[in-house]
């Protein structure tokens, strides 16, 4: 076979040019399974945690050296490539200019959203979301949700999930939420499921001898 192909420059030619093509795919192929290979990798190694905190707090310092809000954790987990720090038993206080007595929030799980030109820094907290503020007579305004997104710079707090609000002589329901916690002003909404509704409890008078 080997004397019949030197004989014949047809069938040299032949064999050299399938050699090549074999050569050539081989090498494309090899290429394009490291290229998948490496594709798959990437995401999970950039986006690896690059921060672990745990039973730890970070606060939020005005220009006047005031605390202004302080977000504590079991544990902070830091994803690089959004920028998005995972909580664990999140909690948020949010202190406010006008009182001494601050805005508590906590829930099971969380994130932190870090601030960019394109969105603000914000915490979002979901499943058994609760709310709470005690005034200096010791009456306490609490409200309970499974979702809550804060922003603390601003002292603003949005749900859209059903929410209920308790004070000392009333209950209100609705289908979301919008709240000014520096003001202690809120904005219910309603919902395809939920409507605002509140339920006033009247205080006992005293008894008359």
Known sequence: MFESLLRNKRLRYRALLVLFCLF???MVLDRSINLDQASSNEPSSLNEPDLYMNNAS?????????IRSKIAANRF???PLTDVTALE?????????????PWTISSI?????????????????????TAEKASAAGDKTTFVTEALRVYPSENLAVTDTEV???TATTETSAGGLR?????????????????????IHLLASPAVD
């Open 164 to 166: 209920n609000i308790f």
């Open 89 to 101: 038993r999140p909690n948020v206080i949010l202190f406010s200019e006008d009182t001494d007595s």
């Open 24 to 26: 050539a795919g081989a």
């Open 77 to 79: 987990t830091h994803y």
């Open 179 to 199: 709240a000014n916690l520096d003001q202690d002003e809120f904005a219910f909404r309603s919902s395809a499921t939920q409507r605002v509704t509140t339920t």
């Open 109 to 129: 799980d969380g994130r932190l959203l870090g601030g960019s030109e394109y969105r603000k820094q914000a915490v979002e907290l979901w499943t058994e979301v």
């Open 58 to 66: 970070i606060s939020q310092i005005d220009n006047d050296g005031v």
